[in-house]
């Protein structure tokens, strides 16, 4: 099982492809870019995967593209010294952007989950067999929008609402919360996620307004690597803060936040974090400490379908996060995610379960290298 090839596509899907704001003040009205990782062995083995790619695909392909050197000639069972021997190289040489490397290592698990004829999370040792979700906003610029998201996903049996308020001001930003937590009713889960660069003293307000009107979890009010001041609000709030999303060199850089009470939650996705190998690394780690890994969107839908087997594989994760509106982020796979009733129940075949888009892949491709 040696690897033979691999090949990087940079992709772009042109037009309106989301609605509202991917980013602060970033309109993806020209389409959204990613990138698409094949794996092939010298047995006959396939393996592809959906890639982040920042704020080129084209330049993303390139970086993604110069680690064929050190994967070829590989044997793709061998993931642990692999993700070793990467973190060894990127240290000394790379530093490559937090993105490469998770769908390198995830399709190094999909090979092996296909070739043991198991679905990824049965392979990595199953937990379960149903996980709930729930919907996470983009940057809206009022309350209307919030509480329709907000309504429908109480109303279809999604497990909670997260909000990425548009940030004008803490008391506009808290007047929305209020608004949305009016029209769903105190029963439903809401969560906050300001995707912030707030002060402490900012954050402490913040947050004593989202406990005051019953908010489950306050995520990233500060950057993440704002760890002293992350900690003193952690120990301030009552309502859980959870972080560590963009943190890179997961577990290692998490065990601080983790053995310190920095966040009461840790986040971590196959995107960002490094792949299958590290995000259950991060999560296998917090369960020590008895902290949640809480596994984070990864915006492509093939992506969180990987993320879904490894909630399903890890038992302190509650939920899969996905972006809504759903539909706008709904392509990749020849069939939709398994999500029925805000309940996602896991794919019982071989490897990611589902297939991917190919027609769609293809004529989404600027770059082939």
């Known amino acids: ?46 393996a592809s995967i959906f890639g982040f790619a920042g704020a080129s695909a084209l330049g993303s392909a390139h970086l993604a593209a110069s680690l064929r050197p050190f994967f070829e000639g590989r044997d793709a069972r061998d993931r642990e010294a692999l993700w070793h021997d990467f973190r060894t190289q990127d240290r000394f040489w790379s530093h490559l952007p937090i993105y490469i490397y998770g769908p ?13 004829g198991q679905p990824l999370y049965k392979f990595l040792g ?43 001001s803490i008391a506009d ?64 709030l009552d309502i859980p803060v959870w972080g560590t999303e963009v943190i890179a060199k997961h577990p290692y850089s998490i065990a601080e936040c983790l053995s310190t009470h920095v966040v009461d939650a840790v986040r971590a996705d196959v995107s960002w974090s490094g792949g299958v190998t590290a995000v259950m690394k991060t999560a296998h780690l917090a369960e020590a400490f008895n902290v949640n890994c809480e596994l984070h969107s990864t915006i492509f839908h093939p992506l969180e379908l990987v993320n879904l087997h490894l909630c399903a594989a890890i038992r302190n994760c509650s939920y899969l996060e996905l972006l809504c509106p759903v539909e706008d982020f709904a392509f990749g796979l ?21 297939d991917l888009d190919w027609d769609l892949i293809e004529n989404a491709t600027v770059l082939k290298i």
């Open 1 to 46: 099982m040696r690897i033979r090839r691999l090949d990087i596509r940079a992709c772009r899907i042109a037009g309106d492809a989301a609605s509202g704001d991917l980013l602060r003040g970033a309109k993806r009205a020209e389409g959204i870019e990613f990138l698409v990782y094949t794996m092939e062995t010298d047995c006959g083995q396939r």
């Open 173 to 236: 930003d808290l007047d929305i919360h209020a608004d949305v937590r009016a029209a769903v009713g105190r029963e439903f889960t809401l969560a906050s996620d300001p995707v912030a660069l707030m002060t402490l003293p900012e954050a402490l307000r913040y947050g004593r307004g989202l406990e005051e009107l019953g908010f489950a979890w306050f995520e990233e009010p500060m950057a993440d690597e704002s760890l002293s001041s992350l900690r003193e609000l952690t120990r301030a």
């Open 126 to 168: 199953g937990v379960r067999d149903e996980v709930p979700v729930y919907l996470s906003s983009m940057f809206h610029d009022d309350a209307d929008a919030y509480i329709a998201e907000a309504l429908a996903a109480r109303d279809n049996g999604f497990a909670a609402y997260k909000l990425h308020p548009p940030g004008k």
């Open 334 to 354: 020849t069939e939709p995610l398994p999500v029925q009733d805000g309940i996602a129940r896991l794919p019982d075949t071989p490897g990611l379960g589902r």
């Open 104 to 116: 390198l290592d995830t399709c190094l698990w999909l090979l092996a989950a296909q070739a043991a």
